[in-house]
Structures are given as C-alpha cells and as structure tokens.
C-alpha cells in the first residue's frame, strides 16, 4: 500500500487536501479487468507501461484509490487525471515512474501473474517485450500467412 497526500479538487470545486492510498482489491482487479476488457492485470499495467497508455494508469489509479475512511478517492476520470500531472510536477517525474509505483503496490499484494521479487520487478519494468501478448501476434501472423497463400492458391481458378 502507497499513501499520497494530494491537493485535488472536490465535487464542489475546493482545493482541498487529501490523503490517499492506493490499495488493490480482488474485487477493485475483476471490475478493472472487465472493464477494460483484458484477461489480466499483470498483461493490462505491463502493456500500459511500455505504451505509455496513461488512460490505463488512470484507470488503475481511480479503481485501487481510496480515502482513509475506505470511500473512492476519486469521483471522475479527470480528477485522476488532475492528480497524475499534480503528483508528476510535484515529483519531478514521469508517467513511468507512477506506472513503477502501480505496478510495486500491485506485486506487494500478489495481484501480477506472480509473485516476484523487487529485482525481478525491476528487471520486468525495464524489460519492453513483458505485456506484449505473443499468442495475438503468432495468430495475426498466421492468418495473414493463410490468406497470401490462399490468394496465390486461388489466383487464376475460375468456377
């Protein structure tokens, strides 16, 4: 679990000054998975990552954000935007260092393919190819190899 103090606006418009934390919950994972039609968290956060998707970080960040009292942090998609470019100012950082942040909150509470150590994380982090569904690419392939072939087969049969 992360815990931010952040200034961000409430419903009514005021600033006002929060504490929240970023806490993964089963149900928190299967909403969010659904929601963005992926089969799971560990393949959404790491794809997210090397694409430098922030609405996927968005996402994440307003399904796992909570007050201390438990509540949604968060009543709109671009209040967490307002949070992400508040915490990177603030910071001095970059999407991917919140992405970094998600991703360890996440592995902490077992919620990636599994469990891995922080060196482990970390060399995952760095590592483009993680998040890159092969099997998508090995059936794209193939179908386009299909077709070509088909075609050539074809070229030429009158029926």
């Not at 392939?141 to 029926?159: Q, Y």
């Amino acid at each position: 679990m992360t815990t931010f103090n952040v200034k961000m606006k409430d419903k009514a418009g005021n600033i006002v000054e929060q504490e929240i934390s970023l806490i993964p919950r089963t149900r928190k994972v299967v909403r969010l998975t659904e929601k963005l039609k992926t089969k799971s968290l560990s393949d959404l956060l790491f794809k997210g990552l090397n694409e430098g998707n922030v609405s996927i970080l968005a996402e994440t960040i307003k399904a796992f954000a909570e007050k201390q009292d438990g509540t949604e942090a968060f009543y709109s998609i671009d209040n967490v935007y307002d949070f992400i470019d508040n915490y990177i100012s603030e910071n001095e950082c970059s999407y991917s260092s919140l992405y970094e942040e998600v991703l360890k909150i996440t592995n902490e509470m077992g919620f990636l393919k599994a469990k891995m150590a922080v060196k482990e994380l970390e060399q995952n982090i760095k590592n483009p190819v993680i998040g890159i569904d092969m099997n998508e690419i090995i059936t794209n392939s193939a179908k386009k190899a299909v077709e070509t072939i088909a075609t050539e087969e074809f070229r030429g049969f009158k029926g």
